[in-house]
C-alpha cells in the first residue's frame, strides 16, 4: 500500500492514566521509560506501532495517526493546496523521527512520518 498509516498517538490530560487505561483495557505493553516520557506501545508484531501521552501546552486530549510519506513537505503542500492546513511544519527530532502535521478541510489533524525512519 503507498503511503501506510504507520502510527498512532493517543494524548490525554494525565499520560500515566492514560497508559494504565489502556495497558488494564487490552493489554498493552506500554513503556514510558525514556527521556520523553513518551509511553511507546508494543505491538508485539502485529497491527501498528502508537504512543501514549499527556497533553501539554494547552493541547486538547486527542487521537491522531500518522502516515509515512517520502516528502514531508510536498505532502505538505499538496495537503494546503487540497483545503488542508500545516499545524506543524516538518520538525526533526535527532535520532528519533522527522515529522509533520496538518489539518484537513474538516478540522482533523493527521500526523505525517518520513518515511524509511
Same mark, same amino acid.
Given at each position: 500500500?503507498?503511503?501506510? %498509516? %504507520? &502510527?498512532?498517538?493517543?494524548?490525554? *490530560? =494525565?499520560?500515566? *492514566? ?10 498493552? +505493553? ?8 513518551? #509511553?511507546?506501545?508494543?505491538? #508485539? #508484531? ?6 501514549? +501521552? ?7 486530549? &486527542? ?21 488542508? *492546513? ?10 528519533? %523521527?522527522?515529522?509533520? %502535521?496538518?489539518? =484537513?478541510?474538516? #478540522? ?5 512520518? *518520513?518515511?524509511?525512519?
Amino acid at each position: 500500500m503507498a503511503n501506510p %498509516v %504507520v &502510527h498512532f498517538e493517543i494524548i490525554g *490530560k =494525565d499520560a500515566g *492514566k492514560a497508559r494504565q487505561f489502556y495497558s488494564s483495557l487490552f493489554g498493552w +505493553a506500554i513503556d514510558a521509560n525514556n527521556p520523553m516520557n513518551y #509511553g511507546i506501545v508494543d505491538n #508485539g #508484531g502485529q497491527g501498528i506501532n502508537g504512543g501514549i +501521552a499527556g497533553a501539554e501546552n494547552g493541547d486538547q486530549p &486527542h487521537t491522531m495517526f500518522y502516515v509515512a510519506v517520502p516528502d514531508l513537505q510536498a505532502t505538505l503542500d499538496q495537503a494546503t493546496s487540497l483545503g488542508g *492546513k500545516v499545524l506543524m511544519p516538518v520538525t526533526e527530532i535527532p535520532n528519533t %523521527v522527522t515529522l509533520a %502535521v496538518f489539518q =484537513d478541510p474538516d #478540522g482533523n489533524a493527521i500526523g505525517l512520518i *518520513k518515511d524509511g525512519m
